[in-house]
């Protein structure tokens, strides 16, 4: 995209595609819950009839906001298997223009418990509507088939083309996203890519996400005996697996709280600073405890290291025993700051617990998934396109904010599409509850989401030749 200074919207465009947007919420809104009606998780365990239902459900959306290439693709998981369905659907650019490529994802995560109404029957309460996937990413579906909605019923598409990518196995960690986009390279093409999969500030303040933390993940085990003995024979000499492993598991946090693994790397702090006792309220932690780490709580959740003990392999309590256990397993997830390179981040977590295995027991560490961060450039063409679009949709000026998990995806991206511009937003908001129970999604926000993208590929339009 050429750097050009974007026009504010003209306020009478504005107010004729808020009026195409409002007549065709309702319609939006049902179409969002058919879609969450389907339990499409893409994850082995459960059934992927759901994940191709949901593929053709919203490839028969698209086919009806004027798109004339619509296909449903797979391509190879690294293991060999096929992927989940992606759906793409094109209209290619006149001659001369951009072409905007739209991601979401279709699939969604498992339902977990706490839920206070079916996961998969929406329900709405006041703004809000309910549903495993209405906020990550079915919301996000919505966006871009709302926007080329309401720029047709506006008389308004502009002179750019568009793809829309929505792809199936986000949340299964996109095994062959990679493999899609060097197989599609040229079907995915485009000048300016949206990713909708991220969150606003809060309601009624939009956002532009503009760092990701990355990650690694893997397991950590500790072995001290070649088999179980009784706890009381040996019991004293010999301290078990799960207490090691305990003993290596406190090594990684000093006393603040900040990680304490050596050759981690830090970004700039953000410019903008977290309230905390919104943090507090939104994360559900229990009066009375302290937050870990120094700094700013921003700096703490979007642009340091993050390291968690996300699950234990040990003897159950119900089958515990009087015995010492020869061996104990725990899964890491370390979420790295933008700029750290995943491979050397896994190497640093490695070497610090081999360094500290506790009374010689034998150490390994076994790395699993990787991603690396995202840190967006801070003024292009692309973003203050977004930033005037998001301005006029909502009435006041986007917030710049980090993110403290992880889109892995959007370093592929960047890699096949050096020359894009990147933007990543969402649907989201503090209370969406995304990947936990009563996941729910703000209706006027997503309205306003719906008329902020189509805000921008008019912007897009204007800026780019």
Do not use: C
Request: no cysteine; proline share 8%.
């Amino acid at each position: 995209m050429t750097d050009q200074t974007p026009t504010t919207p003209e306020p009478a465009d504005v107010e004729t595609l808020r009026a195409a947007v409002d007549a065709l919420f309702p319609a939006l809104q049902d179409d969002l819950v058919s879609l969450v009606r389907i339990p499409s998780i893409a994850m082995a365990a459960y059934d992927q009839a759901h994940v191709a239902a949901s593929a053709e459900a919203v490839a028969n959306l698209l086919r009806g906001v004027g798109l004339p290439e619509v296909q449903v693709l797979r391509s190879l998981r690294p293991d060999g298997e096929p992927g989940a369905p992606a759906v793409v659907a094109r209209r290619p650019a006149p001659a001369g223009a951009p072409t905007v490529l739209l991601y979401a994802h279709h699939d969604v995560q498992p339902v977990g418990e706490g839920w206070q109404t079916d996961p998969f029957e929406p329900v709405q309460v006041g703004e809000r509507l309910y549903g495993r996937g209405a906020a990550d990413d079915k919301a996000g579906i919505v966006a871009h088939l709302g926007a080329l909605r309401a720029l047709t019923a506006a008389g308004r598409l502009p002179d750019v083309g568009v793809t829309v990518f929505v792809e199936g196995e986000e949340e299964d960690g996109s095994p062959s996203f990679r493999a899609f986009l060097e197989d599609h390279r040229e079907l995915l093409a485009a000048d300016v890519i949206v990713v909708a999969d991220s969150a606003n500030w809060k309601v009624g303040v939009p956002a532009l996400t503009t760092s990701l933390r990355g990650l690694v993940d893997g397991f950590v085990e500790v072995e001290v005996l070649g088999h179980a003995v009784h706890s009381g024979m040996f019991g004293g000499p010999v301290l078990d697996a799960l207490t090691l492993l305990s003993r290596l598991i406190a090594t990684l946090h000093d006393d603040a709280g900040d990680v304490a693994v050596p050759g981690l790397v830090q970004a700039p702090e953000p410019r903008v600073e977290y309230d905390e006792a919104a943090f507090r309220e939104e994360s559900s932690v229990l009066d009375g405890v302290a937050l870990a780490g120094t700094g700013p709580l921003a700096a703490r959740i979007w642009t340091k290291p993050a390291l968690s003990v996300i699950g234990i392999d040990a003897t159950p309590v119900a089958q515990a025993s009087n015995t010492l256990t020869p061996r104990a397993r725990a899964k890491l997830s370390l979420r790295l700051a933008p700029g750290q390179d995943p491979r050397a981040a896994a190497t640093a977590l490695e070497a610090h617990l081999l360094a500290n295995a506790p009374f010689g027991a034998k150490v390994t560490w076994t790395t699993k998934e990787t991603g690396k961060p995202f840190l967006a450039p801070a003024d292009t063409a692309a973003m203050r396109a977004a930033r005037a679009a998001f301005a006029a949709a909502w009435g006041t000026d986007p917030v710049d904010t980090g993110i403290g998990g992880s889109i892995p995806f959007i370093a592929d991206l960047l890699e096949v599409f050096p020359e894009a511009a990147i933007l990543v937003t969402g649907v989201e908001d503090p209370d969406s509850r995304a990947h936990g129970a009563n996941e729910s999604v703000h209706l006027g926000e997503l309205r306003k989401v719906v008329l902020a993208e189509a805000l921008l590929l008019t912007q897009i339009a204007q800026t780019t030749r």
